[in-house]
Nanobody, 123 residues
Framework: QVQLVESGGGLVQAGGSLRLSCVAS????????MGWFRQAPGKEREFVAA???????YYADSVKGRFTISRDNAKNTVYMQMNSLKPEDTAVYFC?????????????????WGQGTQVTVSS
């Protein structure tokens, strides 16, 4: 299993920015699709963004144009730059690894998860 550790969450005002990082252990990082999901209180965990091993990116409609996912395979790290943050972006953000070609937009497609990092956007 891949170990994933997120960082970079925090409290920010609406319109502000944050950059999340996720460091992975293990040698399979470079071949895995990496994703970010989020879960707000009382809501189900939802897909936010993903990046394939060839750096093709995918986004939820709610974050397109505001969030950018990227990866650095030399550092075993995936990032998510979040700009123009809104109060509705408030959630715990989870990094996940999809090593076996699972469903891209579904939690079930990912085999390893980080512990999550809290993002709070105040209005």
């Amino acid at each position: 299993q891949v170990q994933l550790v997120e960082s970079g969450g925090g409290l920010v005002q609406a319109g502000g920015s944050l950059r999340l990082s996720c460091v992975a252990s293990g040698r399979t990082f470079s071949t895995a699709t990496m994703g970010w999901f989020r879960q707000a209180p009382g809501k189900e965990r939802e897909f936010v963004a993903a990046i394939s091993r060839s750096a093709i990116t995918y986004y939820a409609d709610s974050v397109k144009g505001r969030f950018t996912i990227s990866r650095d395979n030399a550092k075993n790290t995936v990032y998510m730059q979040m700009n123009s943050l809104k109060p509705e972006d408030t959630a715990v953000y989870f990094c996940a690894a999809n090593r076996y070609g699972g469903r891209l937009y579904s939690q079930s497609g990912y085999d390893s998860w980080g512990q999550g990092t809290q993002v709070t956007v105040s209005s």
